[in-house]
């Protein structure tokens, strides 16, 4: 990197046409992504210079921007080369890379109407971050099944990415008031969701299970599903409930900022001598073995990384 550029070290954000230091990068207050959380986002990853499955990163951004009538004024292909823009800026070389797009601000003041907004797309790549940290990981996860309900898919659609986290976030108070890492969510009607920032899966009988419901569909939980393709381990997404979490031979979580994250605690049930369970780790050490292996690799060109490209 050259020495005129400002120090990117520690990530770089996309911002109304420039790239800027990640933690030098700012929003207006009166946008409505942060106003009303009218905003959708996606999040990949950059692991040992590559982006992991990014071309559906990207699908599933423009189907939520679909989803919530966005239109971020860069298309698809202009909006991958930001993304490889900020890594390659970055330097860095495993990271966390996101895309937002927020409603904006209305062209006309005062205006209540969503369709008067110039919607906002921004991005940043900061450097790799756990969900659950890499020590809690290999303990197993102790989880907390809260009171609090996950909020209605007919509300809130959780297959489009969105930031009403009002649900996770008083259930991650309750699992920290309970000595537990983090929550996991039921529905209205029992039924397992999702957790604060990831999916979650339970093995039975050597058969790995996750819930079809109230969920977003990670790209994360598509990769596990694929592996155990691979490999001939019977996997099945099914309704889930509370005491199909109580009952399970394993548990492990899925998201892509820290990929399989096994679990040896829900509730009172200890699972596999309170420690990771083998189905768990050997889909774990797969998942990152296929990494290095290239498997969905796109590499980042940090090549044109010292020149400040235009937009
Ligand atoms: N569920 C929620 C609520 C999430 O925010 C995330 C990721 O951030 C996931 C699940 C996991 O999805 P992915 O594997 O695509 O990262």
Redesign the pocket.
Known sequence: MTSDLPDFSQGVAFVEGRYVPAREAKLSILDWGFTRSDVTYD?AHVRDGGFFRLDDHLDRFERSLAACRLSPPHDRGAIAGILDRCVGLSGLRDAYVAMVCTRGRPRVFGSRRPADCDNLFTAYAIPWIDVIPPDVQARGAHLYVASVPRVAPASID?TV?NYHWGD?TRGLFEAHDAGADTAVLLDSEGFVT?G????VFIVRNGEVLTPDRG??E????RSVLDLCALTGVPARIAPLRHEDLLQADEMFC????GGVMPVARVDSHIMSNDAPGPVSLRLKQLYWQKHAEGWHRTEVNYAAAGTMPAV
């Open positions: 999040v959780p990415k996770l999702e604060p920032g990831f999916n969920a977003l990670g790209i994360t939980r899925t998201t892509t900022a």
